[in-house]
């Protein structure tokens, strides 16, 4: 109340009550939001008693963005609160798209270091209707698999399009983005003709789906992902139920993918004997969804092998799986589980094992864990010493590994620590193309030595076994022993040192290798070459290399 006693205040004083600026209440009150109710004789402007909540009301609505228009219309009640509320509200969202949009295209440039004149183009992308995404992946794919007489295959790829919601977030916008760029690289174009072209060569019998035991691609939608079906016959979002036999083709993915990660955390190594019994097993669940290809195997053997390596093989094409990943981002589907790890070590295992043979469980006995333990500390004591002596010089240098530099090989000896590591942690690394030595090759070789003899005593792994088949963590160790001191012996050729490692553990390791790798394969595929001689009087570690395939002459 001003001092007068009208109980009116002038807009200084509504100024300092409210704390709005007297500019502001100016401004307002020349637009009719907040009239005066007198004026001084010297023409200021005095405010009643209820200035102070109708001013509070203006205020809030403008912080929520509302128009001054549409407020006039609130405090004259030719329009409710709620209705405007809802108005403003539709148009602010309208502006939250647009602002996500701009920041989606912003990020998407500055990730991919575009240049200043795909600016527009990109902008014009994220602009585009549902109609037209749909024609560029339809106009992408009909190119791509122009020719290739693979329906099914042709009709998969059709159905899957890049159905954007109404309120994208920022990161589908990106993934479509990125989409609509990979569908012009050649590189995408040229692995999806193949995997047609696969399609076609393999598919049955006049009226027989195209490849119908094809193992789905690493990252592509199976049969219960949205829409499997042509975009021409879509009827709805929803997918049509599998057949039978899409069902077993999804069952069989689904089972190499678990026990090949399986296989991966109870550290198999894929060309050793114990994977057989895993192959034997993925190979006779997918011999039924051969049914209805052309000259289907019947049962395990090189044949059958030699076709799902292919089929493996075939599907590994990592730009189509980013193309499958972006899809299900864009539209909100769950991404499918990565193949990466179980696919990896399959395909090696085929390779390893193109026949199949019994596995020998004493391989699985005889291993004492306080004598591995032991044989361990040994065996790293002697590599770290020759690892220390490494100069930045040495790391170029060929090893006795073929095309492994001196560094390669340093690296692959740190990850053998590391995953066995990983391994008795619970939690198995699948970074194996990392680099895992940094720039100090030195500690990086000590830091994971500590770490696993930490990890092995620690966790109990030595007494406990690992995967399906119960392989025991002291043979896992005691792999990661053999694979120690062969390298170390690589390691002491490439660099001039003297390759008599470990003496008093490289007896038991030699023979520890012996019982473990006597039956693998020397195959291709497998990481042994075949035997060779030793020179007389060789000694343990030298015999070891001989064993695996080194020449120690």
């Known amino acids: 109340m001003n001092e007068d006693g009208t109980g009116l205040l002038t807009i200084g004083e509504l100024a300092r009550l409210t704390g709005v600026p007297v500019k502001t209440i100016r401004g307002w009150s020349d637009r009719d939001l907040l009239p005066p109710a007198a004026r001084t004789p010297a023409g200021y402007r005095l405010?009643?008693?209820?200035?102070?909540?109708?001013?509070?009301?203006?205020?809030?609505?403008?912080?929520?963005?509302?128009?001054?228009?549409?407020?006039?219309?609130?405090?004259?009640?030719?329009?409710?609160?709620?209705?405007?509320?809802?108005?403003?509200?539709?148009?602010?969202?309208?502006?939250?798209?647009?602002?996500?949009?701009?920041?989606?295209?912003?990020?998407?440039?500055?990730?991919?270091?575009?240049?200043?004149?795909?600016?527009?183009?990109?902008?014009?992308?994220?602009?585009?209707?549902?109609?037209?995404?749909?024609?560029?992946?339809?106009?992408?794919?009909?190119?791509?698999?122009?020719?290739?007489?693979?329906?099914?295959?042709?009709?998969?790829?059709?159905?899957?399009?890049?159905?954007?919601p109404d309120d994208p977030t920022p990161e589908q916008i990106g993934a479509w983005l990125e989409l609509a760029a990979l569908v012009r690289e050649p590189e995408l174009r040229t692995a999806l003709r193949r995997l047609a072209e696969y399609s076609a060569r393999t598919a049955g019998a006049a009226g027989e789906p195209d490849a119908p035991g094809e193992p789905p691609a690493p990252g592509a939608p199976d049969a219960t992902s949205e829409p499997p079906a042509p975009r021409e016959t879509r009827t709805s979002t929803r997918p049509p139920d599998p057949?039978?036999?899409?069902?077993?083709?999804?069952?069989?993915?689904?089972?190499?993918?678990?026990?090949?990660?399986?296989?991966?955390?109870?550290?198999?190594?894929?060309?050793?004997?114990?994977?057989?019994?895993?192959?034997?097993?993925?190979?006779?669940?997918?011999?039924?969804?051969?049914?209805?290809?052309?000259?289907?195997?019947?049962?395990?053997?090189?044949?059958?092998?030699?076709?799902?390596?292919?089929?493996?093989?075939?599907?590994?094409?990592p730009v189509v799986e980013r193309y499958w990943q972006l899809l299900c981002t864009v539209t909100g589907r769950p991404a499918p589980p990565r193949w990466d790890t179980a696919g990896t070590w399959t395909t090696a295992a085929l390779r390893a094992h193109p026949r199949p043979y019994e596995l020998d469980r004493s391989a699985f006995d005889g291993t004492d864990p306080e004598q591995v333990l032991r044989a361990y500390e040994a065996v790293t004591r002697d590599v770290a010493a020759l690892v220390a002596a490494v100069r930045p010089t040495d790391l170029a240098l060929p090893t006795p590994c073929a095309g492994w530099t001196v560094r390669q090989l340093l690296d692959h000896m740190v990850w053998e620590n590391l995953m066995a590591t990983s391994i008795a942690e619970g939690a198995p690394r699948t970074d194996h193309t990392a680099d895992h030595l940094g720039d100090d090759h030195r500690t990086a070789f000590a830091d994971s030595v500590r770490a696993a003899r930490t990890a092995f005593t620690g966790s109990g792994m030595l007494h406990r076994t690992y995967g399906p088949y119960e392989a025991p963590g002291a043979m896992i160790v005691q792999q990661v022993v053999v694979e120690l001191l062969a390298h170390g012996w690589d390691l002491a050729r490439a660099t001039g040192a003297p390759t008599g490692l470990a003496p008093e553990a490289a007896e038991e390791t030699l023979a520890a290798a012996r019982r473990i790798y006597g039956a693998a394969p020397r195959t291709a595929g497998s990481s042994l070459a075949p035997e060779r001689p030793a020179p007389p009087g060789a000694g343990a570690t030298d015999r070891l290399a001989a064993f695996l395939g080194r020449d120690p002459a």
């Open 47 to 164: 405010y009643g008693p209820d200035a102070p909540a109708r001013l509070e009301i203006v205020r809030s609505l403008r912080e929520l963005g509302i128009g001054l228009a549409a407020i006039r219309s609130v405090l004259h009640r030719t329009c409710t609160v709620a209705e405007t509320a809802a108005q403003w509200a539709d148009a602010l969202d309208a502006q939250i798209r647009t602002l996500r949009l701009r920041s989606a295209v912003l990020r998407s440039v500055a990730a991919r270091g575009s240049a200043a004149e795909e600016l527009p183009y990109m902008t014009e992308l994220a602009r585009l209707s549902a109609r037209e995404r749909r024609l560029i992946i339809t106009d992408f794919v009909e190119d791509a698999l122009d020719g290739v007489d693979a329906p099914a295959y042709r009709s998969g790829l059709l159905a899957a399009t890049p159905d954007l």
């Open 243 to 317: 057949s039978a036999q899409e069902q077993a083709v999804i069952r069989v993915a689904e089972l190499m993918r678990v026990r090949g990660e399986a296989a991966v955390a109870a550290g198999i190594a894929p060309d050793s004997p114990a994977a057989e019994p895993v192959l034997a097993e993925l190979v006779a669940a997918w011999l039924p969804t051969q049914t209805g290809t052309a000259d289907p195997p019947t049962e395990d053997g090189p044949a059958a092998r030699a076709r799902l390596l292919e089929q493996l093989e075939t599907a590994a094409e």
